[in-house]
């Protein structure tokens, strides 16, 4: 099993910037890739970017390109989600989820952290 924890988020003005973490624990090692998603009222969850956890590739939704980063720290087993330039349909609920090595999909999800963005 892998814990996931987010923390970060809040009320954020258009344009503006913050910083999502994801601590994970356990079986860490199990994971192939960490990823971000969100969801908005009456939309799906989407995927918004997703990280080797032992290699250097990453994707990005094409609607974050260019504005949000992520990015992990190993040593502390902590997953980032930097996001700049935001815009109001940005705000969602956000969540980490971890991509096991042998089922490949996102088995392990943290609760989610609010992101609103708004004047």
């Known amino acids: 099993q892998v814990q996931l924890v987010e923390s970060g988020g809040g009320v954020v003005q258009p344009g503006g910037s913050s910083r999502l973490s994801c601590a994970a624990s356990g079986r860490t090692y199990v994971t192939y890739s960490m990823g971000w998603f969100r969801q908005s009222p009456g939309k799906e969850r989407e995927l918004v970017a997703d990280?080797?956890?032992?290699?250097?590739?990453?994707f990005y939704a094409d609607s974050v390109k260019g504005r949000f980063t992520i990015s992990r720290d190993n040593a502390k087993n902590t997953l980032y989600l930097q996001m700049n330039s935001l815009k109001p349909e940005d705000t969602a609920v956000y969540y980490c989820?971890?991509?096991?090595?042998?089922?490949?999909?996102?088995?392990?999800w943290g609760q989610g952290t609010q992101v609103t963005v708004s004047s």
């Open positions: 990280i080797q956890w032992s290699g250097p590739s990453t």
């Open positions: 989820a971890a991509r096991g090595l042998t089922s490949g999909r996102y088995d392990y």
